[in-house]
């Protein structure tokens, strides 16, 4: 809150600063203007006495028409013209120098506040598993269990381990994919990787509904399975994590000009379409951390496009009808033929 006032201060102090400026330049040209009229009408007076004087004029119409009087005219609009053009360009660097400033000054606003939100993420996401594999093991330690009740802990402690693992290996690629992440290449069935996946998350998540469909010639792909387990892992979790509490996700996969798509569906809260750009951002969440429901980091999505564009791909968010989102992922691909269907568990295939 103190930190906020303060930025609100320096705001309209840097505002206030910026429109005295601007009066004061404005006064200074009126001033300049008007002295420079000044002095253009006494050198008009002085030139006509001086004419009249040595008998070249007899009145103010010859006077107007001499050639002395034009180039001293010729000469006071080209001042005019150049105290207009010095102040045209003032004005305009200055506007492009407030601008420049204020969407530094956003974008530092915006770095703090998701390093904010991260900072408060991530230590919400690495008590919680550790505080249950310490309840974990001090229930182990101070109570004899049947073994019912060991293999329900053990499955506990199993489970946050995964998590706190997974969370650790998000970390340590975010840092790689900034510096030195080189794509690990082989061949693999990104089909079979998706059922496996959609596989386990089905037993992790029992509410949630996955339809699986594909439309290729030959999954096989020559790409990074480790990236691509991440990448199709976290868009998943993602399309659970902010659906409703009997999600009903659709996965589809299938050959389209040359590239392998993937598109993961679901009928969540959706995304707005001024957030569409920003949610790869690294630490970018939707919505206020203090308040958010949803577990995660900010990393997810970042790491999902910095693997995508490591392969050469691309990704895109669209609305999904009549509510959720879409991510859909296009990847080079090599491959010769078959399609299937797969649906709550079961896959069909066609030659």
């Known amino acids: 809150m103190g930190n906020s006032r303060n930025n609100i201060r320096l705001r309209l102090l840097s505002y206030g600063v910026i429109a005295y400026m601007l009066m004061a330049f404005a006064w200074w040209s009126v001033l300049l203007f008007t002295k420079n009229r000044d002095a253009f009408y006494a050198k008009r007076d002085l ?25 001293l005219e010729k000469s006071y609009r080209r001042q005019e013209w150049m105290i207009l053009g010095e102040a045209s360009v003032f ?9 420049l400033i204020n969407r530094g000054y956003n974008k530092e606003v915006m770095v703090a506040k998701q390093r904010r939100n991260f900072l408060l993420s991530i230590t919400h996401e690495l008590k919680s598993p550790i505080a249950s594999i310490k309840l974990v093991f001090e229930t182990l330690f101070k109570h004899d269990l049947k073994r019912e009740q060991l293999e329900k802990l053990t499955k506990t402690g199993l489970h946050e381990t995964d998590r706190l693992y997974m969370l650790v290996e998000d970390l340590l690629l975010s840092a790689k994919l900034e510096t030195a992440y080189q794509p690990n ?12 996946l959609i596989l386990k998350l089905q037993a992790k998540y029992p509410t949630a509904l996955f ?15 480790s990236g691509l387990t991440s990448v199709a892992l976290n868009l ?17 996969l299938l050959q389209l000009n040359g590239n392998m798509r993937f598109e993961v569906a679901d009928q969540g809260i959706g995304i707005e379409d001024k957030e569409k750009k920003q949610i ?15 577990k995660g980091t900010g990393l997810g999505l970042y790491i999902v496009e910095q693997i995508v564009k490591a392969h050469d791909g691309t990704i895109e968010v669209l609305d999904n009808q009549p509510k959720g989102t879409v991510f859909r992922v296009e990847l080079p691909i090599k491959g010769n033929g078959r399609t299937g269907e797969w649906e709550n568990g079961v896959i069909n295939r066609t030659s």
């Open 47 to 71: 030139l006509r006495i001086g004419m009249i004087a040595e008998g070249l004029i007899a009145d103010n119409a010859e006077f107007f028409d001499s050639k002395a009087y034009q180039a």
């Open 91 to 99: 004005v305009f660097s200055l506007i492009i120098g407030i601008w």
């Open 185 to 196: 290449l082989e061949l693999f069935n990104l089909s079979e990787l998706l059922q496996d």
């Open 211 to 225: 339809n699986y469909k594909e439309e290729i010639y030959d999954a096989t792909l020559l790409a990074d399975k």
């Open 236 to 252: 998943l979790e993602n399309a659970v994590k902010y659906s409703s509490e009997a999600p009903m996700i659709d996965v589809c």
């Open 280 to 294: 790869f951002e690294k630490f970018y969440r939707v919505g206020n951390e203090d308040t958010r429901k949803t």
